[in-house]
């Protein structure tokens, strides 16, 4: 029996013991179906019994049908505006990739900056961790993946580095493509799944609403850190390249040359682009008000209206089958169950269980936490990870008597950066999936990366909420 086949009888045992075994819990029925439905959805989407997006459809029938919430409720957070925020963001993503702007760009950055392995490895770990910001970090992967490779093959068939050093810039430039893949999501609310779920969550169940530019100010800071300890980690610690010498960027400019002038199209995109970005990081200085999911929706939309130069759009809706729709009903699952947490009173549980934490110092919260999630992230999806944990790092919050968002931050930061195997993030799985990389590589990299990663998303945490200890009465303000 299979670990699918596994699951997909734990699913409903679980469901079944906690639903009809009221003495196990001592919840009142609402809360206590709401719980046992997120076991079932959570054993699915870890054993993946059915396929996750489908999945993630079982709150709108099973929380009604239970008594867990309304059939309102579980519905509407499939329409969360978050949720078309991420649309719009896949959207315009669909279009940099349909007209290469992201290979210009990164073939730029790589003439700019790379004469060595080591400027190489940064030019290309710049350019991902860019792309990822406004990209999904998997198709980021896949952008850069064979641009990596293209590089790799350029420098082996002209033998400029001898067998150990080519070994080692080989792999740091692959292993660079999937972790800054990872960590370029970290600095917008649209890079990376659990950041979006986190501002939905804080808006459903704290309402407070988190902008993207309020994201961006902290997120981007994290980047930059973690971008900064990835290059000297790859480059002079567990990948150093001894023959670091000069290297011709002439496979970058004749790319440059190849791709030609701008094209019409690459224009408006990029035009696009940059006006939805700054409008969300500057949209508070604008005489009006907008959210960041009308901005983004905006500029889906503007890429249907502007032309092309064949009597065409920039895109197509031929071009939305590539969207990651069974994505958005992930998201959509993950935020059905966090209304139901919030309107079933469930999270008020958890807050009271978790209560007995507060004799603890919040440090060694936060470790126990960050290693858990980080244990968790590498074997789950962090989306499945984020989506269950998020509605409990409000109740863990309250219970401790500790500002919210520090703990949530946590949640979201930990659960997008696993490093360690090919099946915890999708950058992961398409750098291994490229053959030129083994899995004791990526193991022996990534734990000593989640070790240190470990202890510098801590300091991050705190720099995230002022008082780690401040009182709140309740989870919802």
């Known amino acids: 029996m299979n670990f699918q086949k596994i699951g997909l009888v734990l699913g409903p045992v679980f469901f079944a013991v906690i639903y009809f075994m009221e003495g196990l819990t001592g919840l009142a029925d609402a809360p206590r179906a709401v719980l046992a439905v997120t076991a079932w959805v959570a054993t699915w989407w870890i054993t993946e019994a059915m396929p996750i997006p489908a999945t993630s459809l079982l709150p709108i029938f099973l929380l009604p049908i239970t008594g867990g919430t309304d059939e309102a409720t579980a519905a509407m957070a499939y329409g969360d505006p978050i949720v078309f925020m991420y649309m719009g963001g896949f959207t315009i993503a669909l279009a940099i990739a349909k007209w290469g702007l992201h290979k210009r760009i990164a073939m730029l950055i790589i003439s700019l900056i790379g004469k060595s392995c080591s400027r190489i490895i940064l030019a290309v770990g710049i350019a991902t961790a860019f792309l990822s910001m406004w990209i999904s970090n998997a198709a980021t992967a896949l952008m850069m993946l064979p641009i990596a490779l293209a590089l790799i093959t350029e420098i082996k068939e002209?033998?400029?580095?001898?067998?150990?050093?080519?070994?080692?810039?080989?792999?740091?430039?692959?292993?660079?493509?999937?972790?800054?893949?990872?960590?370029?999501?970290?600095?917008?609310?649209?890079?990376?799944?659990?950041?979006?779920?986190?501002?939905?969550?804080?808006?459903?169940?704290?309402?407070?609403?988190?902008?993207?530019?309020?994201?961006?100010?902290?997120?981007?800071?994290?980047?930059?850190?973690?971008?900064?300890?990835?290059?000297?980690?790859i480059t002079k610690i567990q990948f150093k390249v001894e023959q670091d010498q000069n290297i011709s960027t002439q496979f970058a400019q004749e790319q440059l040359k190849e791709l030609g002038k701008m094209t019409t199209e690459e224009k408006s995109v990029l035009a696009i682009f940059f006006l939805v970005g700054f409008m969300w990081i500057f949209g508070g200085l604008l005489p009006w008000t907008l959210s960041d999911t009308t901005i983004s929706i905006f500029g889906a939309s503007a890429m249907f209206l502007l032309p092309n130069s064949k009597y065409g759009r920039i895109l197509e809706w031929a071009d939305m089958k590539d969207l990651p729709w069974g994505l958005l009903?992930?998201?959509?699952?993950?935020?059905?169950?966090?209304?139901?947490?919030?309107?079933?009173?469930?999270t008020s549980w958890f807050g009271e269980l978790l209560a007995k934490l507060e004799q603890f110092d919040y440090f060694y919260i936060v470790v126990i936490l960050t290693v858990a999630i980080l244990f968790m992230t590498e074997i789950m999806s962090n989306t499945a990870v984020s989506n269950m944990l998020m509605p409990i790092s409000v109740g863990l919050a309250a219970g401790i008597g500790a500002q919210p968002f520090g703990i949530m931050a946590i949640v979201a930061l930990a659960s997008s950066c696993a490093f360690m195997l090919p099946i915890s993030t999708p950058p992961n799985a398409a750098v291994f999936g490229s053959g030129e990389i083994q899995i004791k590589d990526m193991i022996k990299a990534g734990f000593w990366g989640s070790i240190i990663y470990d202890v510098g998303e801590k300091s991050l945490a705190s720099f995230f909420v002022s008082e780690n200890r401040k009182q709140v009465s309740s989870p919802v303000e």
């Open 329 to 346: 009903l992930l998201f959509g699952g993950g935020l059905s169950l966090a209304a139901a947490f919030e309107d079933s009173g469930l």
């Open 158 to 233: 002209k033998r400029l580095l001898n067998e150990d050093s080519f070994n080692n810039f080989s792999k740091g430039l692959l292993l660079t493509v999937a972790y800054a893949a990872s960590i370029g999501g970290l600095a917008t609310i649209i890079g990376s799944v659990p950041n979006a779920v986190l501002v939905a969550v804080a808006n459903n169940m704290l309402d407070v609403e988190i902008t993207f530019s309020d994201w961006f100010l902290f997120g981007s800071i994290v980047t930059v850190l973690l971008m900064i300890f990835l290059y000297f980690y």
